[in-house]
């Protein structure tokens, strides 16, 4: 995950666009991504996840792509609706099934969606 | 949410006040985690507990103290000595044998009036 302490970075799209987020990790033993989805006041809610074993996962409107030789994670969401506006987040985890030291979180990016 | 409830959602301390945030989960997790939140800010640990009756300080631990009596519960106590309190709480849980992703509650946010 990327070091915490700094403003959110923005991304405005035009609704019905495609949206893509990007989340650069750092410990090269994390074995199991996961992306949030986090509306004002409320806890972060999963979206989705993807295992080191895998470059791609989709899901309902959402892709998680990974690619490991850069770390780098991106989540793109289809057709940007309104209620698609939030903070996203990338977590991480370390490798050996555990990961009871618990999650680590990039910074975030907060998702504008223009009517 | 989820299997995880926070309360309360708002809380008001005064200056040199405890306050302590509960966090319940029937999710039947092994593992419980606080983060704290500061405005278009990412989330920081502080701490977590993979077991009953054993947790271990996170990144921000300084000023906060837990208890994990039981699995279902991880209170959070903020004490006096945590300078700059006011922030968004959030208790996540996971069972972290199957590693899977965490579940996080709905947050308390706490404010130092």
């Known amino acids: 995950g990327e070091s915490v302490g700094l403003h959110l970075p923005t991304l405005s799209v035009q609704e019905g666009d495609n949206s893509i987020i990007n989340c650069a990790y750092s410990n090269s033993a994390s074995d199991y991504f996961i992306w949030y989805k986090q509306e004002s006041g409320k806890g972060p809610q999963f979206i989705i996840d993807i295992r080191s074993n895998m470059d791609k996962r989709q899901g309902q409107r959402v892709t998680v792509l990974l690619n490991k030789t850069v770390k780098h994670l991106s989540l793109q969401i289809a057709a940007t609706q309104p209620g698609d506006s939030a903070v996203y987040f990338c977590a991480e985890t370390p490798g050996g099934g555990g990961g009871a030291d618990g999650l680590t979180f990039g910074k975030g990016t907060h998702l504008i969606i223009q009517p | 949410d989820g299997g995880i409830t926070q309360s309360p959602k708002y809380l008001f301390r005064k200056e040199g006040q405890n306050v302590t945030l509960s966090c319940e989960q029937n999710?039947?997790?092994?593992?419980m985690y606080w983060y704290r939140q500061d405005p278009g800010q990412g989330l920081r640990l502080i701490y977590y507990s993979q077991i009953v009756n054993d947790f271990q300080k996170g990144d921000i631990a300084e000023g906060y103290s837990v208890s994990r009596e039981k699995k279902e519960s991880f209170p959070l106590t903020v004490t006096s000595a945590q300078k700059n309190p006011t922030a968004f709480y959030l208790c996540?849980?996971?069972?972290?044998?199957?590693?899977?992703?965490?579940?996080f509650g709905q947050g308390t946010r706490l404010t130092v009036v």
């Open positions: 996540a849980t996971r069972s972290w044998a199957q590693n899977t992703e965490a579940f």
């Open positions: 999710l039947n997790h092994d593992a």
